[in-house]
């Protein structure tokens, strides 16, 4: 049941507005590492849209790969759409989203985001129910795009009674 040889999530893929600035973001802000770069990429006849499903004429800029500590790959791209683009989608839209980044200490983390000027939306607030132990506050890259930072150095309160326990990045082997 489910994909033969499933092993996890390997990479996440976005598309930003300016790559060079979303570059320097999670480089020197996330403190992510850059891998390796691809493109332009451009079809004259039908494959971006039988691929992609984006308008055939649209061009892929640039696409950049990122490791970030542990966890799946980041891919992001820059794209001339021959079609527009739509504005950033909130969590609220249909096929919105957010990156979470697991840290620490999650109060070290705000105050290095807004030391940084970096948009934290409030102030860490701690989930409960079958999150309790779990503290989380979203926040936003310069274009606009949800992140969140996400801690629970203490195991959340499911697992307590749960076979199966979510993949934490403190602990990737478990």
């Known amino acids: 049941m489910g994909l033969p040889g499933l092993r996890g999530t390997e990479h996440i893929g976005f598309t ?10 999670f480089v ?8 390796y770069t691809l493109g332009p990429f451009q079809a004259e006849d039908d494959w971006m849209r039988e691929h992609l499903a984006v ?5 892929m800029r640039e696409l950049r790969f990122y490791r970030c500590a542990f966890g799946p790959n980041f891919e992001i791209f820059q794209w001339d759409a021959a079609d527009g683009q739509n504005r950033q989608p909130r969590n609220s839209d249909i096929g919105g989203h957010h990156l979470a980044f697991y840290v620490d200490d999650i109060d070290a983390a705000v105050e290095y985001l807004r030391e940084r ?5 409030g102030g860490p607030t701690a989930s409960r129910n079958a999150s309790e132990g779990q503290r989380w506050v ?6 606009g795009m949800q992140l969140e930072l996400v801690s629970y150095p203490g195991g959340k309160a499911y697992e307590r009674t ?3 326990v979510l993949w934490h990045p403190a602990r990737p082997a478990e």
């Open 16 to 25: 930003v507005p300016d790559l060079d600035a979303a570059h320097r973001f």
């Open 28 to 35: 020197e802000v996330i403190g992510c590492t850059h891998v």
């Open 55 to 59: 308008d055939p004429r649209s061009v």
């Open 117 to 121: 000027g970096v948009r934290v939306l």
């Open 138 to 143: 979203y926040f936003l890259s310069p274009w």
């Open 162 to 164: 749960s076979e199966t």
